[in-house]
Every structure is written in C-alpha cells, then in structure tokens.
C-alpha cells in the first residue's frame, strides 16, 4: 500500500508550472498578481540605481565646476537658465531670482534675497519630488504581497481540504499537490516582498542623503549671494 502511495507521489508533477498549472483559477490569478507586482518592483529597482547614479555623478561634476573660481554668472550663461541636471536646475533658480531682482538703474529690488531663497526651495522640492516618486509603489508591494499571497495559500488549502473531503482520501498523493499548490502562492508574495521592503529602504536613505546635498549647495549659495547683496 505504501509502495502505491509513494509511486503515486513520484508521478506528480511538483515543478512550479506543474504546480501553478493545477491551482484552482483564484490561486492562479493570485500567482499572476504576484509575479506582476515582483517584475514591477523589479524594474523600478533598476530605474533607481540609474537615476541615483546619474544624480550622485551629476552633483559631484556641478560641485566641481560651481567651486572652480569662475564667476557665477558666466557659470549660468554656460548652463542656461532650463538646464537638464538637478545642481544645476537649483543653481539656475536662484540665479534667474537674483538677475530679476536688479533694477534697471543697476539697483536690488527689496525682498530679493527672501525670493531667491524661496525659488531654490522650489526647485529642491520638485527635484525630491522625481527622485522619491516609484518608492511608494516598492512599498506597497513589500506591504501588501505577502498578505496577497498568504490569501492565495488559504484559498489553496480551503480547496485542498474539500478535495480530501470528496475523495475520503488523506494519502500523500491526494494531499500534497494541494498543500504544495497553496504554499507557492506564500512563497512568491515572500518573493515579491523581500527584494521590495529592501530597496526600499535603501533608495529612501539615498534620496535623504542626495537631497541634503541639495540642501546644503542651495545653503551656501545663499550665502554668496547675501555677501553680494551686502557688499
């Protein structure tokens, strides 16, 4: 008896498409979700490495450049006033604040200092705003996938024990292509999740720390400026 049981087993196909293959039509749809949500975390992981690299990179370049000694305003004639790095589209803010701020007779319009500060504020915020936007979705995913793929696993199992129960059957062979079936479903939201919850973390470290940069750059600039008006 054992011998049939065990050579029933044998004959189950138990590779992941065998599994996903026999699951009930909500387990499958469950799966589907699942993997979906994976591949879309995924590839928000892979556009944030590029773009926190190539901001990290383009600050560090800008910084070279704003601290080379070259007056600045031949440093924004240079980069114009719509430039396509971050540093620089702060830079150009306050210094399209600053030129506006002068009077025709050559004269500083009161306030200016307070305004220009104003539109680097601006333009930190929008640039936090690109870099943090997609970091909502990886944490939702790392939230919500292991949830969605515990309920395909209940649903699994639900469907499983009613099998048994039709069957009056509870050898190997019955039970576990359905406790395996409804398992896989935990298994990719536990997938999905992991990678999620990480990198998300990671990027919102990234982007506190890149911003503060922006922060700091918009700060010191300020206080060239100040000197300027002062003098």
């Known amino acids: 008896m054992e011998a049939e049981i065990l050579g029933a087993a044998q004959e189950i196909d138990f ?15 469950t799966m589907l979700v699942l993997i979906l949500a994976s591949f879309w975390a995924w590839a928000i992981i892979i556009q944030k490495f590029i773009i926190y690299r190539a901001a990290r990179g383009e600050a560090a370049e800008f910084d070279r450049q704003f601290w080379s000694g070259e007056p600045l ?28 701020s002068h009077r025709d ?3 500083l319009i009161a306030g200016a200092q307070s305004r220009i500060d104003r539109s680097m504020d601006v333009a930190i915020a929008k640039e936090s705003e690109d870099l943090q936007k997609g970091l909502s979705i990886l944490a939702t995913v790392g939230s919500t996938a292991p949830f969605i793929g515990l309920f395909g696993t209940v649903w699994g199992i639900m469907n499983a024990f009613i ?3 039709e069957q009056q059957n509870t050898n190997l062979a019955v039970v576990a292509p359905g406790i395996a079936e409804a398992l896989l479903a935990t298994g990719l939201g536990l997938l999905a999740a992991i990678p999620a919850v990480i990198f998300y973390n990671k990027f919102s470290a990234d982007s506190d720390r890149i911003v503060a940069g922006y922060e700091a750059f918009a700060d010191e600039f300020a206080t060239i400026l100040s000197r300027q008006l002062d003098s």
């Open 15 to 29: 590779s992941m498409w065998g599994l996903f293959a026999r699951a009930t039509l909500t387990v499958k749809l």
């Open 73 to 100: 305003d031949g440093l924004f004639d240079q980069i114009g006033p719509q430039p396509a790095g971050r540093s620089e589209k702060i830079f150009a803010a306050g210094m399209t604040e600053w030129r506006r």
């Open 105 to 107: 007779d050559g004269g």
């Open 163 to 165: 099998e048994i129960a």
